[in-house]
């Protein structure tokens, strides 16, 4: 196998010349209005939104950073100009179940309307029906009726009298009653005188007595009735004048909004309400008397039923809305209703109902984020009960839960026409998709945003017109070319691939701001390389503080890794440490040792719960690999360990496998490994290397430890082939590497790496299967023959004590 050579510059970092870039500055470029690389998203996204079908619902998902948010925004409100502006809605008293609103649909604009119009309606009937009662003809009337009551009255006991006093009986009105009493010229009879005389006269006074009674009695049980009477003319009186007051006002009303029948029925209910309940209007309220928190004393009346409390206003909309709501808790999503103290007491009517994000994007579109909805208590099971349902159902979580119980209200759900956006990373979408059943019934459209584009000339000029719309739209000085090309080239550094261009908007869109900031330090009005250089430098330097410490540990000699030397079964790894927004190599010591054993490969990291299950699945694979080299027909005598030298944390991923089977294979071959190199990259079964990922990292962290700790002839790194694609190294590193003062090796099999860090060709097998001794192979080989040879003479020795006991 052909040992590798080092790599050339120009496969180490793919530069963008600045002269390939057909302007001179940004100002010459055309904004961009269409978006870089995520035609797959934008189909879905066009599809989601005309798809008006139940359960056409959008998640749109993909990283942050990716203007997501920013372009889906855009896109509905492109669609939402071209829609019709929805209804408004309206809360109103039921007056036959006060704790149960009604909800009222009016056209677009005509609820704060509406609401005025009720207002003023109830503020002309305080003053025109007490105006009306007030007046002297209602006066004349009312009295007239009570006067008919009294005449009536009298004339029933004046012939009540007139018939006593033909039978020369006296009526009389005493404090305890009415009396009937004998009279003689014209004076009442004493009782003395009664008793004197003759018995028959007595008889005859009692029986005229008795049937004047039975004519009283009857007058008495009559009066009462005629009171009645006489309160139902009063009535019926006041009811004619009330309506007198209130047809005008109402029939005004009325033709109004005569194309809305709910509305009308509702205004008939108002009018039937104040008719059967004028005396509130007739009642001068006391002017000086404090009302608490607007609610009504005791024995004042209340108007507060008339009032329409507006949910849902559109009249300053132009279309359908969209609404973004960032704090998705299950209030603000499907309202609530809020309760005010009163004397202790708390209590709640239709005025204080509010609405939540589903009325306010209700006709129209309604963008969440699916973590803060998720992270919300009850808000999910809250969101997909009115999306399954179509209607909103205003419910109190405390009374769901039966946590407080308080006087509430049931407001009448409402119709819910609402496309809704869900946004948030890919895992958050494939874990509903798994577990939750309903989900996909109602999230049948996917726009998957992609994380990066194709490089080559024609979005290498997008990406330009991208940078000039940024700073034409952020009031940014413009780029030059030489500047543009460099952020092109960071884009590639951040998609970690030199044949791609990152899609993530934010760290583009920072990096232009602060190359212009630093521009305006430097006072130029055009952004150059250098401005660009600088930004990345600064962005950088903020963020490897601890950076510097890891390797300032290295240089130190506290965390031992070697970049001079040799030293047998012991590779310098290459690991990545991510620390959130900045990722940084670090090169670790990985050790083997070998003895006579049962076969058995033990993982340290593993055995401690420091390992991954990726990490110790690599593991577990380069044992194989050895018995499938070396061990086909006989079995595998040795015990072996392998260890990430001062590791104190978890060790995850494969990308050391290939690092620590060349470790393995040095100590079984007894040969030194080279410690200026470092190496990276998977293993498998049959000893070809993988793909890993943070290649650039990796290979900057091995080179700042070399430059620390002194440079020194041969130092370099080996990486998998297939991981060539994907540099885009630092400045120094290339330069470095272009005066040979440090070297990056791509190979594909392990054997390559054997002889780039022994030195010693790994040596081909025979037909037989066997290799040349002066080989690392043929040494392995050797070494493994031996330790069999060896388990083979122990075993026998055992079998033999065994038979000697079993004789004895």
Avoid at 407 to 431: F, T
Wanted: a negative charge.
């Amino acid at each position: 196998m052909k040992r590798p050579q080092p790599l050339g510059t120009a496969r180490l970092y793919v530069a963008c010349p600045a002269d390939s870039l057909p302007f001179e500055t940004t100002d010459e470029l055309q904004q961009l209005e269409e978006v870089i690389g995520q035609q797959r998203a934008l189909d879905a996204v066009h599809f989601g939104i005309g798809m008006r079908s139940d359960g056409y619902n959008l998640f749109v998902l993909g990283p942050p950073g990716l203007g997501k948010h920013t372009l889906i925004r855009r896109y509905l409100e492109q669609a939402a100009s071209a829609a019709a502006t929805p209804s408004d809605w309206c809360y109103v008293n039921n007056f036959a179940q006060a704790h149960a609103p009604r909800a009222l649909r009016l056209p677009p604009a005509r609820g704060l309307e509406f609401h005025g119009d009720m207002e003023q309606l109830i503020d002309d009937l305080r003053t025109a029906i007490p105006a009306s009662f007030e007046s002297e003809q209602y006066r004349n009337r009312a009295q007239q009726i009570e006067d008919d009551f009294k005449e009536r009255q009298g004339q029933a006991f004046s012939a009540l009298g007139e018939a006593a006093e033909k039978e020369h009986i006296a009526f009389l009105h005493t404090p305890t009653g009415f009396a009937f009493a004998p009279t003689k010229d014209g004076e009442v009879v004493s009782p003395s005188e009664y008793e004197k005389l003759p018995e028959e006269e007595q008889q005859r006074l009692q029986k005229i007595i008795s049937d004047l009674q039975d004519r009283l009695k009857k007058v008495l049980r009559e009066v009462p009735q005629w009171r009645r009477e006489n309160r139902r003319r009063l009535k019926e009186f006041n009811r004619e004048v009330t309506m007198y007051a209130v047809g005008q006002q109402m029939e005004e009303l009325k033709r109004k909004y005569a194309e809305l029948p709910e509305l009308l029925e509702y205004l008939n209910q108002v009018e039937q309400d104040i008719i059967d309940n004028v005396d509130d209007f007739r009642k001068q309220e006391d002017e000086q008397q404090p009302k608490i928190l607007n609610l009504p004393s005791a024995n004042s009346p209340s108007f507060r039923r008339y009032e329409v409390n507006v949910l849902v206003d559109h009249s300053g909309s132009q279309g359908a809305p969209v609404v973004t709501e960032d704090n998705p808790a299950y209030h603000n999503l499907v309202g609530r209703t809020e309760h005010m103290s009163q004397m202790g007491t708390l209590l709640t009517d239709f005025t204080l109902i509010k609405p939540g994000a589903l009325h306010k994007a209700n006709g129209g579109y309604l963008v969440l984020d699916a973590r803060k909805v998720l992270m919300a208590p009850y808000a999910w099971e809250g969101l997909k009960r009115a999306l399954s349902a179509r209607q909103i159902r205003i419910e109190s979580l405390g009374e769901m839960l039966s946590i407080i119980s308080t006087v509430s209200v049931q407001p009448e759900p409402i119709p819910l026409d609402v496309k809704l956006v869900l946004v948030g990373e890919r895992l958050l979408y494939y874990l509903l998709q798994y577990y939750d059943p309903e989900f996909s019934e109602l999230f049948k459209v996917v726009a998957d945003f992609d994380e990066e584009i194709d490089r080559h000339d024609e979005n290498n000029l997008l990406y330009a017109r991208l940078i000039g719309t940024i700073a034409k739209r952020e009031k940014l000085p413009c780029f030059h070319r030489s500047a543009v090309a460099r952020v092109i080239e960071h884009g590639a550094r951040l998609a970690g691939d030199a044949e791609k261009l990152s899609t993530h908007m934010r760290s583009v869109a920072d990096l232009l701001r602060e190359s212009a900031y630093w521009a305006n330090e430097r006072g130029r009005d055009v952004v150059t390389v250098e401005h660009v250089q600088e930004a990345i430098d600064r962005q950088v330097y903020r963020l490897d503080r601890v950076r510097e410490k890891v390797h300032e540990a290295i240089q130190r000699g506290t965390i031992l890794v070697d970049t001079r030397g040799d030293a047998v079964g012991q590779v310098n790894g290459l690991s990545v440490l991510d620390m959130g927004n900045f990722a940084f190599g670090q090169p670790s010591r990985i050790t083997a040792t070998a003895r006579l054993g049962d076969g058995k490969i033990v993982d340290i990291e593993r055995e401690v719960e420091l390992g991954g299950a990726i990490h110790s699945k690599g593991v577990l694979i380069l044992s194989q690999f050895l018995a499938w080299r070396f061990a086909r027909s006989k079995p595998l005598s040795l015990t072996a360990s392998l260890v990430f030298e001062q590791s104190y944390g978890m060790v995850e991923g494969d990308s050391a496998s290939a690092a620590e089977l060349c470790a393995l294979l040095s100590s079984l071959a007894n040969l030194p490994v080279k410690q200026c190199l470092a190496m990276t990259g998977s293993v498998n079964q049959r000893g070809q290397i993988q793909a890993i990922g943070g290649v650039n990292e990796k290979i900057e962290g091995f080179f700042d430890v070399c430059q620390a700790k002194g440079p020194e002839k041969g130092q370099g790194v080996i990486i998998p082939a297939s991981n060539v694609k994907h540099l885009m190294l630092r400045e120094e590193v290339v330069r470095a590497a272009a005066e040979k003062r440090f070297s990056i090796y791509a190979i594909e099999h392990v054997d390559q790496a054997l002889e780039l860090l022994t030195g010693t060709p790994a040596g081909e097998p025979d037909e037989l299967g066997n290799y040349l001794k002066d080989t690392v192979n043929g040494l392995v080989q050797a070494r493994l023959d031996e330790l069999t040879e060896l388990a083979l003479t122990y075993a026998a020795v055992k079998k033999g004590d065994s038979e000697d006991g079993a004789e004895l």
